[in-house]
């Protein structure tokens, strides 16, 4: 959530600064999209990262690859959205060539969605595969070692005590 934030900060600033000095219409249209956009990204990466800050280290095992399961689910369907704006902003881009009363505004909107988009895809693919790949991590962390027994008649399993939970007690 801190890139996120540090995106849309950068971006509010930057956008708010080339929105007031634009020299074109469509330089106006496309910073003026810029802010609105990075309004909605601040707007979730504070209460994300809140969420993140407060979230519970005490979770079962179950209850963590539950919330690792959602994560991943999030950030996946958070890139195929932000596919959608690419292409959105790419159809505005290129119907702003035959649309003449709104050319510079479907131009200016269509350029800002494509480098929205763009960061927000990158930035949710990176966070899907990280997920992904703390989601490997724990499942191979919470079966411990599996060996052979001291007496060599059957297997051990040593489950750390840190990922034991009220279902795996009775080992």
């Given at each position: 959530m801190?890139?996120?934030?540090s995106w849309a900060t950068t971006n509010l600033?930057?956008?708010g600064i080339g929105w007031n000095q634009a020299k074109s219409t469509e330089s106006t249209y496309f910073h003026?999209?810029?802010?609105?956009?990075?309004?909605?990204?601040?707007g979730l990466a504070i209460p994300?990262?809140?969420k993140a800050n407060k979230a519970s280290s005490d979770l079962s095992f179950?209850?963590?690859?539950?919330?690792?399961?959602?994560?991943?689910?999030?950030?996946?369907?958070?890139?195929?959205?932000?596919?959608?704006?690419?292409?959105?902003g790419w159809l505005l881009l290129n119907r702003s060539k035959e649309m003449e009363p709104?050319?510079?505004?479907?131009?200016?909107?269509?350029?800002?969605?494509?480098?929205?988009?763009?960061?927000?895809?990158?930035?949710?693919?990176?966070?899907?595969?990280?997920?992904?790949?703390?989601?490997?991590q724990l499942v191979n962390s919470s079966l411990g070692s599996i060996g052979m027994s001291p007496t060599g008649i059957g297997l051990s399993w040593?489950?750390?005590p840190v990922t034991m939970n009220k279902h795996l007690r009775f080992l």
């Amino acid at each position: 959530m801190l890139g996120l934030g540090s995106w849309a900060t950068t971006n509010l600033v930057v956008s708010g600064i080339g929105w007031n000095q634009a020299k074109s219409t469509e330089s106006t249209y496309f910073h003026q999209m810029n802010v609105m956009w990075n309004l909605v990204n601040i707007g979730l990466a504070i209460p994300g990262y809140v969420k993140a800050n407060k979230a519970s280290s005490d979770l079962s095992f179950d209850e963590s690859r539950h919330e690792q399961k959602k994560t991943e689910k999030i950030f996946f369907i958070n890139t195929c959205l932000d596919v959608a704006y690419i292409s959105s902003g790419w159809l505005l881009l290129n119907r702003s060539k035959e649309m003449e009363p709104v050319q510079e505004r479907f131009s200016g909107y269509g350029k800002s969605l494509l480098l929205q988009g763009g960061f927000l895809f990158l930035f949710d693919l990176t966070a899907y595969f990280t997920h992904k790949s703390h989601g490997k991590q724990l499942v191979n962390s919470s079966l411990g070692s599996i060996g052979m027994s001291p007496t060599g008649i059957g297997l051990s399993w040593n489950v750390p005590p840190v990922t034991m939970n009220k279902h795996l007690r009775f080992l």
